[in-house]
């Protein structure tokens, strides 16, 4: 694959083939990661040529006879006819001057080159992929280097230790409405709305803070057992110029969330929870084991009138709310589940499934309300900021400050902190290798670039 991409560097610094390299681009889809890589090189190469290539006077442009040139050029560089054909091709055209041949060899040469450039660009996406199990299947992410290259927020996972955060949000013009929740505002990995069991479900919170801590789980201190379903979620961006306070802008976006959440909290009905099935994610340098809260409304039939279970169908309903905060959904679909521990690789967490699983007892509650959680910095702890009711009259309960879950430890013990510093070096040595990687894919790129010059 790498000794395609110099090929396509090498004749794209010239103007024709530029044009054909539009000419077959049309919005193929390629990761994020290859658009940099190609959009870098490119200017590169294009500058290095810019002070000795005088262009080309527009009244003495063929577009058409230039762009057919750019194919033909493709076409021998990618290998995919011998020079010696290509150049026949060429005499071929110009005997045959106004002829009807002459478009027909022009329009398989492009129709060529552009099949050509798809079926790169296809094996280049093909590379990247990402698949999900539950209960008994374990997922597996791919990427050209290693699992460690994987963006964090693809992993779905709040027990991660971040303080990025992302840019100012806000809805698309076409979306600007009083539906949507369109405040100034940044995603923080410090917010979460998520799906905890709620007080009363002592056996519960009894059995998953058990297996946690049997399974010696990182984030044990600062996360209670919960199911992310807006994470990361919104924090104000604050207006130094304006007339109001901070303190004044903060309570005006705090009660502007609280109304969109109980818009999307009222059109769900409190419903139940079943934990009876585990389940893990990650790949060669990560590993998570994680339990599925499967959730019904019950045996009053009321799960008739809907398709989903609830627990997907509310996490719908608030990013309708919140269309900005769509991280929790990986190929467009959400779900939901609870992380029990972390570990250095899959393989270690499929074993720890199966002794979890191996003693397990199924464990039922009902979820009358979910809650909007903030931590201060990396090692703080989550606490309720906001208590959501879910089912018609709503209404949203705000905590100032925010308080604490009473089955959750107040200090962080020693062993958990171990823990917590392991998982963080394991993720610095992710990004390390992920470098690593990027520079040894540049590397070969120059190589290859100076190989073809000479």
């Known amino acids: 694959m790498r000794s395609v991409i110099p090929m396509?560097?090498?004749c794209a610094t010239t103007n024709s083939a530029s044009t054909a390299y539009c000419l077959f681009g049309r919005r193929l889809p390629f990761s994020r990661r290859h658009i940099d890589?190609?959009?870098?090189?490119l200017s590169q190469r294009s500058n290095e040529r810019l002070d000795d290539t005088p262009a080309p006077p527009p009244s003495?442009?063929?577009w058409f006879v230039d762009g057919r040139e750019a194919a033909r050029q493709l076409k021998m560089d990618l290998g995919i006819v011998s020079k010696d054909e290509g150049n026949a091709s060429l005499d071929?055209?110009?005997k045959g001057g106004e002829d009807a041949n002459k478009f027909a060899i022009s329009d398989a040469i492009l129709e060529s080159g552009r099949a050509a450039a798809r079926e790169f660009l296809s094996d280049m996406n093909a590379n990247e992929s990402e698949t999900y199990g539950v209960g008994d299947k374990s997922t597996e992410i791919v990427?050209?280097?290693?699992?460690a290259t994987q963006p964090l927020e693809s992993y779905s996972n709040g027990d991660l230790d971040t303080k990025s955060e992302e840019s100012i949000q806000s809805p698309p013009d076409d979306q600007y409405s009083e539906d949507y929740f369109n405040m100034p505002s940044r995603k923080s990995h410090c917010m979460t709305i998520c799906f905890v069991p709620p007080c009363a479900a002592t056996k519960a919170w009894e059995k998953l803070m058990a297996v946690r801590k049997e399974c010696k789980d990182p984030g044990f201190f600062r996360w209670p057992p919960h199911a992310n379903i807006l994470y990361p979620f919104l924090e104000p961006v604050y207006n130094n110029d304006g007339e109001d306070s901070k303190g004044d802008q903060r309570a005006k976006f705090r009660n502007e969330i609280a109304v969109h959440l109980s818009r999307a909290a009222k059109e769900c009905q409190p419903f139940n929870v079943t934990i009876d099935s585990f389940g893990t994610f990650g790949g060669k340098h990560r590993g998570v084991l994680w339990a599925y809260p499967q959730s019904n409304y019950g045996q009053d039939g009321v799960s008739?009138?809907?398709?989903?279970?609830?627990?997907?169908a509310l996490q719908s309903m608030l990013e309708q709310q919140f269309p900005m905060c769509k991280d929790q959904r990986k190929n467009g679909v959400f779900h939901p589940h609870m992380t029990i521990s972390h570990y250095s690789n899959n393989d270690d967490a499929?074993?720890?499934?199966?002794?979890?699983?191996?003693?397990w007892e199924p464990v039922s509650f009902h979820v009358p309300e979910i809650y909007l959680l903030e931590r201060k910095g990396d090692d703080g702890q989550f606490k309720i900021a906001a208590t959501i009711p879910l089912g018609a009259g709503s209404v949203v309960e705000l905590h100032d400050p925010p308080l604490p879950f009473l089955a959750m430890p107040s200090v962080e013990e020693k062993w958990v902190c171990d823990e917590r510093m392991a998982m963080k070096d394991r993720r610095k040595m992710g990004n390390v290798r992920r470098k690593r990687g990027e520079r040894s894919i540049g590397k070969n790129q120059h190589e290859e670039r100076v190989d073809n010059k000479s």
């Open 60 to 62: 003495n442009k063929d």
């Open 92 to 94: 071929s055209e110009s």
């Open 350 to 359: 499929l074993t720890a499934k199966i002794e979890v699983e191996s003693k």
């Open 143 to 147: 990427t050209i280097e290693n699992e």
């Open 37 to 41: 890589v190609i959009a870098v090189n």
């Open 8 to 10: 396509i560097f090498s």
């Open 304 to 312: 008739e009138k809907y398709d989903e279970e609830p627990l997907v």
